[in-house]
């Protein structure tokens, strides 16, 4: 399966962006989908990841108040709704597919299948 993340863009602080991560090559309905996203000069670190029956993990509080991950499986894409974003959401954000049909907040391994990812800018 092949990934791509898309919908990034240059928003101002307190803004929203909505990603999409698509899918080719094979049906996302079997895997457990995460965001990932890496900042200039940083580790990528994880966003949020679904399940495959729609259970939504936020591997921080600040994601968890913020964001909201969905699947929508009849189009085959996973989606990442951003709020009240902040200059330091500012990275590169890609989706990848867990080799297990679950996630686990403590536990951010286990991904495969990256994607390109989508530039996410929040600057006034």
């Known amino acids: 399966v092949q990934l791509q993340a898309s919908g990034g863009g240059l928003v101002q602080p307190g803004g929203s962006l909505r990603l999409s991560c698509a899918a080719s090559?094979?049906?996302?309905?079997?895997?457990?989908i995460g965001w990932f996203r890496q900042a200039p000069g940083k580790e990528r670190e994880g966003v949020s990841c679904i399940s495959v029956i729609g259970d939504s993990t936020y591997y921080t509080d600040s994601e968890k108040a913020r964001f909201t991950i969905s699947r929508d499986n009849a189009k085959n894409t996973v989606y990442l709704q951003m709020n009240s974003l902040r200059p330091e959401d500012t990275a590169v954000y890609y989706c990848?597919?867990?080799?297990?049909?679950?996630?686990?907040?403590?536990?951010?391994?286990?991904?495969?299948?990256w994607g390109q990812g989508t530039q996410v800018t929040v600057s006034s």
């Open positions: 990848a597919r867990r080799r297990s049909r679950f996630c686990s907040k403590y536990d951010q391994t286990g991904f495969t299948n």
């Open positions: 090559g094979d049906t996302l309905d079997r895997y457990a």
